[in-house]
């Protein structure tokens, strides 16, 4: 692990590829990764003591308002997914999160991306971020 990744939190996510996520070849399809991203980031939330729900159920949500992703290789049915997720920046309104699969059986980085958000309240208007979330 590099000297940055000892410095800030992250949240590894492992799980199996499942079929439905295939194409007729069985290599997973490109939309998928972006499911992937959301497990991860999830995973993270709860990692770090909270949860997406309590998020909404403290009357704030986090929709993504930019995805980057960049395809290096890819995984196919029966691989396990490994999705590393950390946030890359965190200011009050917005926060962006990076991410890395890998495939767990050679930890072979297939794809790297990102996802930017933005906090707003139940009526999607932006808002400043939780206390819990200002770190």
Same mark, same amino acid.
């Given at each position: ?49 909270? /949860? ?26 029966? /691989? ?9 920046? #965190? ?6 999160? #990076?991410?890395?699969?890998? #495939?767990?059986?050679? /930890? ?28």
């Amino acid at each position: 692990m590099d000297s940055q990744s000892e410095q800030r939190k992250e949240a590894t996510a492992e799980f199996p590829v499942r079929y439905a996520e295939t194409d007729a070849m069985g290599v997973v399809h490109h939309a998928s990764y972006i499911v992937y991203f959301e497990e991860a980031r999830s995973h993270y939330m709860r990692a770090q003591g909270s /949860d997406y729900a309590l998020v909404e159920a403290d009357g704030y949500r986090l929709p993504v308002t930019e995805v980057q992703v960049r395809y290096l290789g890819s995984l196919v049915y029966g /691989d396990r997914a490994r999705v590393r997720a950390w946030i890359a920046e #965190n200011k009050s309104r917005r926060l962006t999160f #990076n991410y890395e699969i890998t #495939n767990a059986k050679d /930890d072979r980085v297939l794809v790297t991306g990102s996802t930017q958000h933005v906090w707003t309240d139940l009526d999607g208007r932006v808002t400043r971020a939780p206390e819990q979330w200002k770190f």
